[in-house]
Structure formats: C-alpha cells, structure tokens
C-alpha cells in the first residue's frame, strides 16, 4: 500500500507541475521585442493598444485640420428676419 501511495502522490505531482516552456515561449515570439509571448492575450492586447494608438493619433490630425479651417460666415437668409411669433399664434395656423 505504502508504494501505491507513492505512485498515486508522484503521478499527481506531473499533472500539476508546470509544463516545460521552449525558447520561444509557450505561444510564440512577441512581433515587437522579439521576447517569448506569456499568455494567449498579450498578442491581443498589443494589437488592441496599436490600434488605439492609430485611432487618437487619426482624432488629434482630423482635430487639427478642423481647426485650421478659416471660418466663414453663414448667408444672409440663415439669419432669418428676426421676426418671433408667439406660440399660440403658430398654433392657430397649424405649424
């Protein structure tokens, strides 16, 4: 019994023991640093933060050339008249 004991004690200990990782890393080489890649999401994160970075730095640029624009006035005929009438007389012609 005592040997089974050791066996069953020795097999648990590989099933949980930490898998042997490559010189590369257990999921690849990171395209940036050339370092091993730790965990399945890192390549996720470092394309999502790429992607942002692409994204503000296109925010900033339309910013800019908004702002750069020179201003124009609008045409007379926005301005209206300057006429306001009352509510109640806009509801007796049905607008």
Do not use: C, H, W
């Not at 890649?37 to 908004?66: D, F, H, N, R």
């Amino acid at each position: 019994a005592p040997r089974g004991a050791a066996r069953a004690r020795a097999r648990r200990a590989r099933t949980f023991a930490e898998p042997e990782k490559s010189s590369e890393g257990e999921y690849g080489l990171n395209p940036l640093t050339g370092e091993p890649l730790e965990a399945k999401g890192q390549l996720t994160a470092i394309v999502t933060g790429v992607v942002s970075v692409a994204l503000a730095l296109g925010y900033l640029a339309l910013v800019q050339v908004m702002d750069s624009r020179e201003m124009v006035a609008p045409p007379e005929e926005a301005f209206g008249d300057g006429s306001v009438r009352p509510a109640d007389e806009r509801a007796r012609r049905g607008e």
